[in-house]
């Protein structure tokens, strides 16, 4: 059984390498009110979203972010924009902003824009130099980073992923 949002699920897959192509910013509003519209625990839509349309404002944060990791030459797969979705702390602030994330990522892979999960702000968002240029990016203060999307056109095809099925079926 198939239709267009299932065949839509189905064929995104990461990408690591982006086209210089920017995207424009009616295409980045339609992902955010994909984001938006996940489901988000008991409706409390506590989260935020930044979006970073510029691409030396993305490398200031990759510099900062690469600082605190200790490999300075991290650079976010030097993507045309990110996404970053951010919350109050806990648990299940986590699994809101991964609702909206992915919703981002299908929304993206339905319009020709190629997407990854970047996770490595969810250990460095607290380090004084990434939060303050996550501060410049609009980040609220005490709101945590749990991981952000970065997104382009894709450099090249994606190679497929071996996908498992550990499901059981009762019926
Ligand atoms: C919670 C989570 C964290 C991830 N973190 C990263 C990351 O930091 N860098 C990266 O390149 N991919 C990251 N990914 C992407 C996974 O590597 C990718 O989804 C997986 O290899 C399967 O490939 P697919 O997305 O093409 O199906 C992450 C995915 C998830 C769900």
Redesign the pocket.
């Known amino acids: 059984m198939t239709n267009a949002v299932i065949e839509n699920i189905l064929t995104r897959?990461?990408v690591?390498a982006f086209q210089e192509k920017p995207i424009d910013r009616e295409t980045i509003e339609t992902l955010l009110q994909c984001a938006v519209h996940a489901p988000s625990a008991m409706n409390r839509q506590t989260w935020h979203f930044s979006a970073v349309l510029n691409r030396e404002k993305i490398q200031k944060l990759a510099a900062a972010m690469g600082k605190a990791l200790g490999s300075p030459a991290y650079n976010l797969y030097c993507p045309a924009a990110l996404i970053i979705p951010s919350n109050e702390t806990g648990l299940i602030k986590t699994w809101d902003n991964a609702c909206a994330l992915e919703n981002i990522f299908l929304a993206a892979h339905s319009l020709g824009i190629a997407s990854?999960?970047?996770?490595?702000a969810s250990d460095t968002c607290d380090d004084p130099g990434v939060r303050a240029v996550l501060t410049e990016l609009g980040v609220p203060e005490g709101h945590a980073v749990y991981?952000m999307a970065a997104l382009g056109y894709a450099a090249a095809e994606?190679k497929p992923?071996d996908k498992k099925y550990p499901v059981t079926i009762i019926e």
């Not at 990854?116 to 490595?120: E, H, K, S, Y």
């Open positions: 897959r990461s690591r990854v999960w970047i996770n490595q991981g994606p992923v």
